[in-house]
């Protein structure tokens, strides 16, 4: 089997690195962000590969056998379907079996998981035996915790390396652990991430030619821990609809991205006890997102004309005990194909975070006409009062105050899902055209 894959990656990297002057190679364990780097990279002609640990084509196996596959099924884009990519899918599926058999959870599965990544991305480098020469100057791209080893290997072929950071880094811990300790009640087993795993990250960081962030909420914790200023570039996450993207395939033309899932948005005159505000939080229900603020609002708020939908996997303890008596509707998680109903449907999308890299939710809300209340610690995509609002500070009064101003005005929220559509600072060819340009930097 290793002989064979080694084979098989000395061919698949070979094949064209006569045809590229400064090839990439993307690093990415799971489907973050739509695969949009990659889809970037691809759009340009300059993905030499994309490796990842799973990767489902329409007409794969695993999309028809049980339910234990269905997050795989997610594992695949339309726009990357004649791109060159090389996945992991059995060894994958071997690691979830044996990682279940030994107990692993929490952070010993993440680390164990992420080590995992790195030794079949080391093995395929290792493999594929390629080398910087004055023809041939590969760039290294590959997300933080996964890096490290991938990282010293590319330095010791002379590679460039970028490192895609997801969040800030150890600042954001800081500030979970804080929330941790104001409600112990909901904290349950919240644990901070062990020694290793922030030595690893910081290894990450000196190894990394660039270290792109994707906000200035994530650059200033960095540069708070310690990066260099000058290693960090800010490139937003970008996001285009599904829609447009199997237009893209299969018309190979450019779709309007702002108004492609886009349906008439309507508000009722005043809202009622029949007829709430809609509140949308989609996300992972835990500490991090604001989610305890938000449900002692939502307590608040427990007799007025307006109700709370929480949509993602719940992360924190004594959720419901929490929302007692507050009109919270628990629907867990879905699938990427089930959002774009609750967007659609909601009213408002609130993000009261504490702290995120970006939240590409922001993004999607908006590809559906959706307005957004979001705090001020993510990705800057909000324009208060235009098509959303910002929270000044992620807290209970503040979350409550701006969600009765929503109740008593309707009509402001109609201005702002008039208003709420995609910038073109989000598109994927924005974000590949900022690539280019930190490439040429390197």
Not at 2 to 29: D, G, K, N, Y
Request: contains cysteine; glycine residues 4%; charged residues 25%.
């Amino acid at each position: 089997m290793f002989l064979f894959e080694c084979l098989t990656a000395r061919w698949q990297t070979q094949m064209s690195v006569t045809e590229l002057t400064r090839p990439w190679f993307c690093f990415q364990l799971g489907a973050r962000e739509h695969y949009a780097i990659p889809r970037a990279l691809f759009r340009m002609g300059v993905l030499q590969r994309l490796i990842t640990d799973a990767w489902v084509a329409p007409s794969f196996f695993l999309r028809k056998i049980s339910s234990r596959t269905a997050s795989l099924k997610e594992r695949f884009h339309c726009e990357l379907r004649d791109a060159p990519v090389t996945a992991f899918n059995s060894s994958l599926i071997m690691f979830e079996t044996f990682a279940r058999a030994r107990g692993l959870r929490e952070w010993g599965k993440i680390l164990a998981r992420n080590q995992w990544f790195q030794d079949k991305l080391i093995s395929y480098l290792r493999c594929s035996q390629l080398s910087t020469t004055d023809d041939y100057q590969p760039i290294l791209l590959s997300y933080s915790y996964t890096a490290l080893g991938p990282f010293r290997y590319a330095k010791s072929q002379g590679w460039k390396t970028v490192l895609v950071q997801i969040d800030p880094g150890s600042e954001e811990e800081k500030i979970v652990a804080q929330e941790a300790s104001r409600v112990p009640e909901l904290a349950g087993e919240w644990q901070r991430a062990p020694t290793e795993y922030w030595a690893s990250w910081r290894e990450e960081c000196d190894l990394a030619d660039r270290i792109v962030v994707n906000s200035e909420w994530s650059r200033e914790g960095l540069i708070r821990a310690g990066v260099p200023a000058e290693k960090l570039s800010v490139i937003p996450l970008a996001y285009e609809s599904p829609e447009v993207s199997r237009c893209r395939v299969a018309t190979s033309l450019q779709g309007d991205h702002k108004s492609a899932v886009r349906t008439p948005r309507t508000y009722p005159e005043r809202f009622t006890c029949e007829r709430p505000l809609r509140v949308l939080f989609l996300g992972q229900v835990n500490l991090r997102k604001g989610v305890a603020p938000l449900l002692e609002a939502a307590r608040m708020l427990r007799n007025e004309p307006v109700e709370f939908w929480m949509v993602g996997p719940v992360q924190i303890a004594n959720a419901r005990t929490m929302a007692t008596d507050a009109r919270v509707e628990w629907f867990g998680p879905v699938i990427r194909k089930q959002t774009s109903e609750f967007y659609r449907n909601a009213d408002i999308f609130i993000l009261p975070t504490l702290s995120d890299g970006f939240a590409i939710a922001q993004l999607e809300a908006q590809a559906h006409g959706l307005p957004v209340i979001a705090s001020k610690f993510c990705g800057n995509v909000v324009q208060s009062g235009v098509n959303g609002i910002i929270l000044e500070e992620p807290i209970v009064a503040s979350i409550a105050a701006t969600i009765r101003d929503c109740i008593a005005d309707p009509s402001q929220l109609r201005q702002f899902a008039a208003a709420s559509r995609l910038s073109d600072e989000f598109t994927i060819d924005a974000l590949a055209q900022r690539l280019e340009d930190l490439g040429s930097t390197l």
